[in-house]
């Protein structure tokens, strides 16, 4: 009797976790199903600090990403500072195991280098996949959608929000250089005059491994910092 409970117990379990596994499958499905790779352009902003994704493109902090969905984990010939923790988990990069490790990569891979958080809203992850699936040598169709990037008129696309930065020329570009790596709140914490600032985003480059700036958006984000978040903290939020 007892031993009939145990494996009644333990089937009821695997049925449970089959039964998550396709419920998790079928949610990503309907989600990349409605997906837009225009609005997975925009998210893809935050990973250009470290990441280019056009085919042929340099490594940065991070790998180039043409062509991820589908490729080995760790695998990029051209690209040597992958962590022990990445190169260790092996296999390639489904669309679940992308959605699982967007959503928080150092969760899922423990020991990972990456310093991204994470894109928590299941449904820009999933335009951040389309995106990424239409940036490669054969991208997959969902539904009846078109996963070509910039195929939509930027024109009609909502209006942007940058967290707690105030809206204003140089806004897009700090909020999505920084958010990379932490969130606004520390930009907007800071009071800092025009050539601290950029001692600061040097610094980072140096030390911590941020991808350098061209001298034009380098010149916006001070613009914007020094005009902002200056020594007499016009925008200081609490």
């Not at 040597?80 to 928080?104: I, P, V």
């Not at 909502?158 to 930009?187: D, K, M, Q, W």
Request: proline share 4%.
């Amino acid at each position: 009797m007892i031993c009939r409970l145990l494996m009644t117990g333990l089937l009821l379990g695997v049925l449970q976790l089959i039964a998550g596994a396709s419920s998790a499958q079928n949610d990503l499905d309907a989600r990349l199903a409605a997906a837009d790779p225009a609005a997975g352009e925009k998210v893809f902003r935050a990973c250009k600090a470290c990441h280019t994704i056009d085919e042929g493109g340099k490594n940065r902090v991070g790998p180039n990403l043409w062509g991820i969905i589908g490729a080995d984990v760790a695998a990029s010939k051209d690209y040597a500072n992958y962590s022990k923790a990445l190169r260790d988990l092996g296999g390639s990069w489904t669309m679940e195991r992308l959605d699982e490790f967007l959503a928080d990569p150092r969760k899922f891979v423990k020991g990972t280098r990456m310093t991204f958080t994470g894109v928590s809203e299941a449904a820009a992850r999933a335009d951040l996949i389309a995106y990424l699936n239409a940036s490669g040598p054969t991208p997959t169709s969902f539904g009846s959608g078109q996963f070509a990037p910039n195929e939509q008129d930027s024109t009609t696309a909502p209006p942007e929000l940058f967290g707690v930065l105030v809206p204003g020329a140089g806004a897009e570009e700090t909020y999505y250089n920084c958010t990379a790596c932490h969130s606004e709140r520390i930009v907007a914490q800071q009071g800092l005059s025009r050539d601290n600032w950029a001692e600061l985003l040097d610094w980072m480059v140096e030390e911590q491994g941020m991808s350098e700036l061209d001298q034009q958006t380098k010149a916006v984000i001070l613009d914007y910092l020094s005009k902002n978040y200056g020594e007499d903290r016009p925008n200081f939020t609490n």
